[in-house]
């Protein structure tokens, strides 16, 4: 079934957009399934399932060349649960999670000595829940004017999530506006050229997503079906 999944949305994916799979909540044998059928991107949320899942897998001779992504809200006292592992973190919500893994990254160099850069997506808040985190337009402003001053991160673009609704309309204007807003940042700071990546899109609205723009569409439930806590 999984495969059967993952097959019916890269016939539907641009090949230019990267399918992030979401393997929170999911057995190891799930993502070996994945695994198998192709997929090599996959995301967690939560820091000790990361870092289980990652030391699980390497007891094993597959799945050594999987990509992983970071995608929930992470608190600075796991930043060693999660980076040491993780290609991308895409929910970088806040000024001081960000000077965190900036200092992490200089106080811990690659195995082999050389500087680590770690690659950040900055979540801006679009979704008209309260709850959700993120930056502002302002703050993101503020950050990239100094992205100078991070030695160990390289920003490589922004994350989003829209409303939780049925409203097709609600969920088009918010992607519209992160996308307009990327859009504006890439003409501001045309000299961080990894500044390319908007994630937007999940499993119930990717499709929306792609029209404004999804680099990267973050897909759970419609891969492995519903969630197994």
């Known amino acids: 079934m999984i495969e059967e999944n993952l097959n019916n949305i890269r016939k539907e994916l641009p090949p230019e957009v990267k399918l992030v799979a979401v393997s929170k909540f999911h057995p190891l044998e799930n ?10 991107v996959f995301a967690e949320s939560r820091p000790q399932e990361l870092q289980k899942k990652v030391e699980q897998l390497g007891a094993l001779e597959e799945g050594k060349d999987i990509s992983w992504h970071f995608i929930g809200h992470l608190q600075t006292n796991k930043l060693k649960m999660v980076l040491p592992y993780v290609d991308m973190v895409q929910s ?8 965190q893994i900036d200092s992490w990254a200089l106080k811990n160099p690659l195995p082999d000595g ?29 950050i990239l004017f100094r992205h100078e001053l991070f030695k160990g991160v390289e920003f490589c673009g922004l994350m989003g999530m829209a ?21 504006y940042l890439q003409d501001l700071f045309s000299e ?3 500044f390319r990546e908007l994630s937007i899109g999940m499993s119930d ?3 929306i997503a792609l029209r404004y723009g999804a680099t990267m569409v973050r897909i759970g439930s ?6 197994q806590p």
């Open 163 to 183: 409303t939780n609704t049925d409203n097709e309309e609600d969920i088009s204007s918010d992607f519209a506006r992160i996308s307009s807003f990327m859009e």
């Open 31 to 40: 993502i070996l399934e994945a695994y198998r059928a192709g997929q090599r």
């Open 92 to 99: 970088v919500d806040s000024l001081n999670l960000l000077s």
């Open 114 to 142: 050389r500087p680590r850069k770690i690659r950040v997506l900055l979540e801006l808040h679009i979704a008209s829940e309260q709850t959700k985190q993120g930056f502002v337009e302002e703050e993101i402003l503020d």
């Open 205 to 207: 609205d990717w499709k």
């Open 192 to 194: 961080l050229e990894e």
């Open 222 to 227: 419609a891969i492995f079906g519903p969630r």
